[in-house]
C-alpha cells in the first residue's frame, strides 16, 4: 500500500515535471502570490498578531490601519527576505 502510495506519488510529480516545463512565468507568479500567506502562516505559529491582510500590505509597503510592533513588521519583512533566498538557491534534484 506504501510502495502504490509512492509510486503514485512519483507519476504524478513527473506528470507535473513535464506540463510544468513551458509555464515557468505563471509558477513564480503563483509562487510570488504564496509569499504573504506562507509568511502569515509561519508567523501565526509564533504568536504574530498580524493578519493575512496586515501582513501582504506590511510585504507590499503599504501602511496597515492599527498599530503593530515594529517586530512584527520586522519579523515579516525578513521572512519574506528568506523565503525569496532560499527561492533562488540551486534545486537539488538528487
Do not use: G
Request: hydrophobic share 40%; aromatic share 6%.
Amino acid at each position: 500500500m506504501k510502495l502504490m502510495r509512492l509510486q503514485r506519488i512519483s507519476e504524478l510529480f513527473a506528470q507535473f515535471q513535464l506540463k510544468s516545463k513551458e509555464q515557468e512565468s505563471l509558477l513564480t507568479m503563483v509562487d510570488d502570490t504564496e509569499i504573504a500567506e506562507r509568511v502569515y502562516n509561519s508567523n501565526a505559529i509564533e504568536n504574530s498578531t498580524l493578519t493575512l491582510p496586515e501582513t501582504e500590505k506590511i510585504l507590499i509597503q503599504l501602511e496597515i490601519n492599527r498599530h503593530v510592533s515594529l517586530r512584527e513588521v520586522f519579523e515579516a519583512k525578513n521572512l519574506a527576505l528568506v523565503y525569496s533566498y532560499i527561492k533562488k538557491l540551486p534545486q537539488n534534484n538528487s
